[in-house]
């Protein structure tokens, strides 16, 4: 059973910082894609960040290049998401989750708080 559960979200102010890990089990996912995603109150889910396992290349939404890194660590297999420079309207639930595409993720986390007061 594949599970991904994510952590480290909560209230920081505007400028601060924040991690977010994701933790993966259940499968193998060197093959997979890593997103982390994010949803706003009366917003639509958007992408924020994407990370191959295998190869390590990233990709990254134009709001959060140069603040957010993503990456990850095989043992445990973990997803981190270091967002740096945070402001109000980063204030979302983040997702973490998994895809063999980039298009098309098909296992996801429960989500994890991201407060960003002014």
């Known amino acids: 059973q594949v599970q991904l559960v994510e952590s480290g979200g909560g209230l920081v102010q505007a400028g601060g910082s924040l991690r977010l890990s994701c933790a993966a089990s259940?499968?193998?996912?060197?093959?997979?894609?890593m997103g982390w995603f994010r949803q706003a109150p009366g917003k639509e889910r958007e992408f924020v960040a994407r990370?191959?396992?295998?190869?390590?290349?990233?990709l990254y939404a134009d709001s959060v290049k140069g603040r957010f890194t993503i990456s990850r660590d095989n043992a445990p297999n973990t997803v981190y998401l270091q967002m740096n420079s945070l402001k109000p309207e980063d204030t979302a639930v983040y997702y973490c989750?998994?895809?063999?595409?980039?298009?098309?993720?098909?296992?996801w986390g429960q989500g994890t708080q991201v407060t960003v007061s002014s």
């Open positions: 259940g499968r193998t996912f060197r093959s997979y894609a």
């Open positions: 989750a998994a895809g063999k595409t980039d298009y098309e993720y098909d296992y």
């Open positions: 990370i191959r396992w295998s190869s390590n290349n990233t």
